[in-house]
């Protein structure tokens, strides 16, 4: 693909998953892959078999580093890394606060030192996984469904707002994806994300798809996008339903 062709491009949460797939595909496609992750042994395998650099670290912390590592450029900032984040309304303090700052602020964070680059070169692509999760919800994870939809909030936002001057972003929003964040679900992801499940290359491939066509919402589960319809144009009934599917999982056993 030649708009990533020689590109600059960073891969956070790349040591497994959706991260490695993408690393996986934007290196296939000609680009300089920087990948990130907090398991530094992980992070340093995927790296030498795509024949790229290994930042490792907290996602929040790497940014300068990873820039270093691509000789100042960064063209495609991927912030994959997440939290799975169970939990109900007591769920403690400091469970809220990690899924916050790891599934938003980490965002944020990588945006506020590379934007300014960006928009003076009058280019750039900032690549949110987000998740179906951010659309909608999940049951048996207010942490984690609360984050998700401040992190599709703020790449949304970043999109309407800086669109004209170059910057190009894309939201990937699957559902569940064959990774350790799905066994990490639980009896919940069992329910509600394993019959649907697909490989974390099949993700790669919608954010491709998203790319050549230069689109925002990137849908690897195509059915979400009637889900969402559903949930904007009849709430009442579309809460109904999620409430049975939540009255299913407690009548499980949880």
Known sequence: MSSVQGAGVVVTGAGGGIGAALARRFAAEGARVVVNDIDAVKAKAVAEEIGATAVPGDASAIVEAARDALDGTVDVYCANAGLASPGDAFAEEAVWAAAWDVNVMAHVRA????????????????????????????????????????????????????????????????????????????????????????????????????????????????????????????????????????????????
């Open 111 to 254: 945006v506020r030192t590379l934007l300014p680059d960006w928009l003076e070169r009058g280019t750039g692509r900032f690549v949110s996984t987000v998740s179906a999760a951010g659309l909608l919800t999940m049951v048996g994870a207010a942490p984690y469904s609360v984050s998700k939809h401040g992190a599709y909030a703020f790449a949304e936002w970043l999109s309407l707002t800086y669109r004209h001057r170059g910057l190009k972003v894309h939201a990937i929003c699957p559902q569940g994806v064959r990774t350790d964040m799905l066994t990490a679900a639980g009896s919940a992801g069992e329910l509600v994300l394993a019959p649907s499940a697909i490989e974390p290359e099949d993700v790669a491939d919608a954010l491709f798809d998203g790319i050549d066509s230069d689109r925002f919402l990137i849908l690897p589960h195509p059915e979400v996008a009637e889900f969402y319809q559903a949930r904007a144009a009849t709430p009442e009934r579309w809460l109904g339903g999620m409430n049975h599917i939540q009255r299913k999982w407690e009548e499980a056993g949880r």
